[in-house]
DNA sequence: ATGACAAGTTCACTATAGGAAACAAAGTTT
DNA sequence: AAACTTTGTTTCCTATAGTGAACTTGTCAT
């Protein structure tokens, strides 16, 4: 169905416009994700709020899906539109690398409100950059200035309660297992506002500055 | 039609509740794009082959294009889908972004022998993927299919004891607070050997299969 | 003012996407 | 092997996306 007319394309050279990019096959890829998922039809459906049909005719090409239909389909499965326009995948088997890191052996560095404890240290070029940090219990007047770093963050409570800042929202407090992912550009706080030190384990994307502003504050 | 605003959708993201898809606003983010290049309706009606009607529909969220129609308009306006996603950037680049999840409400992907919990499923376009994972009690002689999926992953143990198996080395013993980093696409697997369930929490980079592979090998 | 033009919106209609149910094919159970 | 289940396809209908034409609004020229 989705087929350019000879018009379209006379249209574009007449226009000057650069040639077009190949026709996304949404549908193979959609069927790759969901075999290689083990995932019905019907399940899909369920996750998505598509009809069975519908999604059967979206993976033969038979319909061009509408963008709410998409939308559907990346928040029911849990992926990304990046992820369900690239083309089918070879895998290249190369040796990893790995890093183990025993509970309480991060690399510490303490400072006067935080206690950061960087994990995975020994392998360089990471693309992400965890630490535990823990909280110390304090009056959170105390607390007057953002931490702000490139990138992005992902934020979950390992033990205690947190209440945590950030730019342009309210406060949220956060206990045990709750998580929370952010623009770390914008500025953000930690408090422990449980009557003990509360830990928390934070991922950051991207090397240097992540580990400097996270950390940083260690060194005096 | 469904025009929510920025307004609403900072409360929804600040209140952190939320089980549903957060609207991707194409239709300002195509007429921001149009008016910053100058153009008319009709001269992109030319470059895309879409009628001048059906434009100044999808700019004012009257429709949601078809995915042969928001193809039309990346290949005539010669810009990528990143572009035409990203919101518009009125605010979008002072103001972060956040996402919440309360411990237990992440989207859950039971399998047979693992349970994911996808977190912060809320946030498109992100670099990580962050997502805790069940691993349930079980013989180890079941494991028989390495996960494998692009770029690396993060782990650590929140609860219980597992064996971790990697490609190339020896199996890992990992307890409560235990990390490891590694690249995933050398081969990975995971079995509980405590006798009861164990908790898992990941982060994997972002873009490729990351939730395809790590709930690919549910069934055996 | 008033006509002329240009840019955008709305209308009326056609094409097609989405959904319910019937169908087909293959696997299970009895 | 017959009855039933499960998974994917096809059919038919309705909801809606896409189109050309009519309509509206704003700007400019005279």
Same mark, same amino acid.
């Given at each position: 169905m989705p087929a350019t007319t000879d018009q379209e394309a006379a249209l574009r050279i007449a226009s000057g416009r650069k040639p077009f990019v190949e026709p996304l096959r949404l549908g193979e890829r959609l069927k790759e994700i969901r075999l290689?998922?083990?995932?019905?039809? +019907?399940? *899909?459906?369920?996750?998505?709020?598509?009809?069975?049909?519908?999604?059967?005719?979206?993976?033969?090409?038979?319909?061009?899906?509408?963008?709410?239909a998409v939308q559907?389909?990346?928040?029911?499965?849990?992926? #990304?539109?990046?992820?369900?326009l690239s083309?089918?995948?070879?895998?290249?088997?190369?040796?990893?690398?790995? +890093?183990?890191?025993?509970s309480g052996d991060g690399q510490q560095h303490p400072t006067p409100t935080y206690e950061h404890?960087?994990?995975?240290?020994?392998?360089?070029?990471?693309?992400?950059?965890?630490?535990?940090?823990i909280v110390r219990a304090r009056d959170f007047r105390e607390f007057n200035e953002w931490v702000r770093? #490139?990138?992005?963050?992902?934020?979950? *409570?390992?033990d205690g309660? *947190?209440?945590?800042?950030?730019?342009?929202?309210e406060p949220l407090r956060l206990e045990q297992g709750d998580s929370l992912y952010f623009d770390s550009d914008m500025g953000?706080?930690?408090?422990?506002?449980?009557?003990? +030190?509360?830990?928390?384990?934070?991922?950051?994307?991207?090397?240097e500055i992540a580990l400097e502003s996270a950390a940083a504050r260690s060194c005096s």
């Open positions: 290689a998922n083990r995932w019905t039809l +019907d399940s *899909v459906s369920q996750r998505t709020g598509l009809a069975r049909s519908t999604l059967s005719k979206i993976e033969n090409n038979q319909i061009s899906p509408t963008f709410t559907k389909l990346i928040n029911g499965l849990g992926i #990304d539109l990046p992820q369900l083309p089918p995948k070879t895998q290249a088997h190369t040796l990893g690398r790995r +890093d183990l890191t025993r404890e960087l994990l995975s240290c020994q392998l360089a070029q990471k693309r992400m950059i965890p630490f535990k940090t770093h #490139d990138g992005e963050e992902f934020l979950i *409570v390992l309660c *947190v209440l945590l800042f950030t730019e342009f929202y953000h706080a930690l408090v422990s506002i449980s009557e003990q +030190d509360a830990t928390v384990l934070s991922v950051c994307t991207s090397s």
